[in-house]
């Protein structure tokens, strides 16, 4: 095992990455910019590193950076978490030549998972159903006419390189094609830095299910069920749990072959996700694999009973994966919800500043992933997420009922958060019966 690793990441998931590190004995190196001086999760790291000012792109995006902290704190490996570097081939290429182990898949498979065009193409070769759409980018406005009317409307633009929802657009005929062409590559270009975009025909009122899949460096290849993911604010993820309740068996076997396979294609090892639309007939397609360890794993930890993190420090470590496919089984019911500090009374602005009242829910089969404490000054200049509610329990119905509980214990004052949200979700009907799909939230819960 590692004898050091740096956590080249921030807040909420450094620190579970940390306590994973602490409970397998790997002393930790954690880096910060100047925003985060003051997180008193730095304390539990061994050492922390300031590697730069607040803006991403001079700190936590900066590879010079990290590296020069890695080389000077002599560590053996980094972690990348999620977001900034996480899914950043070049950077996975760098850790490689200085000799120091990228905790993930290897460079040539997160460049081409990380291209969505040719993802795409992995999963259809390898007999993996994927959305109807163009093959591969669309070069022209005319091209996009085109393709649009062969798949037929509504038809989906979206990035190539994409993420978090960005650089995406739904038409519904020609003029808002050409108009969302444009914007989409735009958004594309402003957030990626490479305007390419491809069509996919919109699937209606889909549900999000995706696989969580884990692989060592010796060939063994396995998936860990599925999250359920169709509780989403523009294209992102609000709510997850697992498993999904709209799968059997027979659907999760299916599913789970088919991530395994579209993973094998791509000589993937590490933790990742293989994401999948299903429509109302239940027929999924492929739409992406996520080549890091993602927000919403802790579901799948509990009702696995794996530590998925924990886990990719020993494949990473080159540790052979200790179980086969047929000794994982889903118990229970888990949920988790996004505790994000944003207002959903005005259009789900962030809110930062500082958290001066801060009582977190507690009980049995209550976890909270977080950094953030009364107290704390969340800084305007990353992701507005602060934490992340997770309850276990051995039903689903449980489950929401205990979430209902532990979001009504939870007090947050000085800044605004999405919990009330959480609290209209937990109470509705639809989701209490399991009917929800990738636009309930805008359409049922905050209709226009
Ligand atoms: P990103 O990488 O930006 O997260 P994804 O390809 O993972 O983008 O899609 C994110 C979400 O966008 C999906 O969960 C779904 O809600 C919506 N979406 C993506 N593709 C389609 C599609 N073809 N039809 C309907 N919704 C889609």
Redesign the pocket.
Known sequence: MFRRVLIANRGEIALRVMRACRELGIETVCVYSKADEEAAYLRFADQAICIGPAPSAKSYLDIPSIIAAAEIADVEAIHPGFGFLSENAHFAEVCQSCKIKFIGPSPETIASLGN?TRAREIAAEAGVPT?P?SDGPVITEEEALITARKIGYPV?I??AA???????R?AHNEISLVNGYHQARAEAEAAFKDSTVYL?????E?R?VEIQILGDEHGNLLHLGERD??L?RR???VVEESPSPILDEDLRRQMGEAAVAVARAAGYYNAGTV?F?VDKERNF?F??V?ARIQVEHPVTEMVTGIDLVQQQLRVAAGEHLGFHQKDVQLRGHAIECRINAEDPDAGFRPSPGRIERFVAPGGPGVRFDSHAHAGYRIPPNYDSMIGKLIVYRPTRRQAIHAMANALEEFEVGGVKTIIPLHQRIMQHPDFLAGRVD??FIERVLMPR
């Open positions: 969505k959305v759409g989906i979206k990035a994409g993420g978090g929802g960005r650089g995406m739904v996919e025909k919109l699937i209606v889909p999000h993911c169709s989403q294209h992102q993820k994401e639309l397609y739409i992406e996520n990738t636009g």
